[in-house]
């Protein structure tokens, strides 16, 4: 099985520490830190979620693409250690420089053409930072078989129509949602809906049950890259997003950017 996931990454950076006192230049908390994690985050998170869902099931290529950055993108969180609080974030280098023609047709040339095999899976994460254009994406989607695209982008007809799925949040939905309906074709739409569950197609499938969320941080990429993953295996629409759910269910009871891990299960 071959996966190909494009778009934008960063690191994601967690200092953890403690706030015992406020300061007495201004109304603000003095941090005094601990530890600090990193994780690769955005593209980079949901390519590292594939390789775990892939670990010992399948002999899996996975083709990423990360050709997105001059400089590196860096979020850099402050933690309170104990009670898990966020006090800041720092984003730096937020700008990407467009994907080079000769890497894009790269990608298109090895899954593409005559005596060529399409990829399994494509997964496209896209957060409008500049890395790809409206005619990228729609030249990209042509490489695999299932096609996903995840992106904070305002979408035209054309976009929308090149993917199999768009993933996006209900906020996204909502400022997308003339263009799916002038379509008259929801059925590529699949909506995430934080507490209230995921919607596709006028199907709700609530959230499991968790006992307790530390971080939601990265678990749209954790349910794009279980969604696509099951689908590639055969599952169902529904199945898989069930599978995807039971995934953000573990991860987002973990602190930090994390990944799912099979042994999970």
């Known amino acids: 099985m071959n996966i190909v996931v494009i778009g934008e990454c960063c690191k994601d950076i967690y200092i953890y520490g403690s706030c015992n006192r406020l300061c007495p230049e201004g109304p603000v908390p003095v941090f005094t830190p601990s530890y600090r994690e990193e994780y690769s985050g955005m593209a980079g998170n949901t390519y590292e979620n594939l390789k775990q869902m892939c670990s010992g099931e399948h002999e899996i290529e996975l083709v990423c693409q990360f050709h997105s950055h001059h400089s590196p993108m860096i979020k850099t969180r402050y933690v309170e250690e104990v009670s898990n609080q966020l006090l800041l974030r720092i984003d730096e280098g937020d700008d990407a420089r467009r994907i080079g023609e000769r890497v894009k047709e790269a990608v298109i040339s090895k899954f593409c053409g005559y005596n060529k095999t399409k990829a399994d899976l494509l997964i496209v994460s896209d ?79 609530p959230p499991p049950e968790i006992h307790q969320t530390f971080d939601v941080s990265g678990a749209g990429d954790v349910f794009t890259a279980g969604f696509g993953y099951n689908l590639a295996c055969g599952k169902s629409i529904g199945d898989s997003i069930k599978i995807a759910q039971q995934y953000c269910s573990e991860v987002i009871q973990k602190r930090g950017t994390c990944q799912y891990e099979k042994n999970m299960d």
């Open 127 to 205: 957060y409008c930072k500049g890395f790809l254009s409206d005619q990228d994406l729609i030249d990209l989607s042509v490489i695999a078989e299932i096609s996903i695209l995840d992106t904070k982008k305002t979408l035209s007809q054309r976009v929308i129509s090149s993917f199999n799925f768009v993933k996006l949040n209900e906020s996204e939905f909502n400022r997308n949602k003339s263009a799916f309906e002038k379509l008259s074709n929801e059925m590529r739409a699949v909506v995430t809906r934080g507490s209230k569950g995921v919607s596709h197609m006028g199907m709700e499938y």
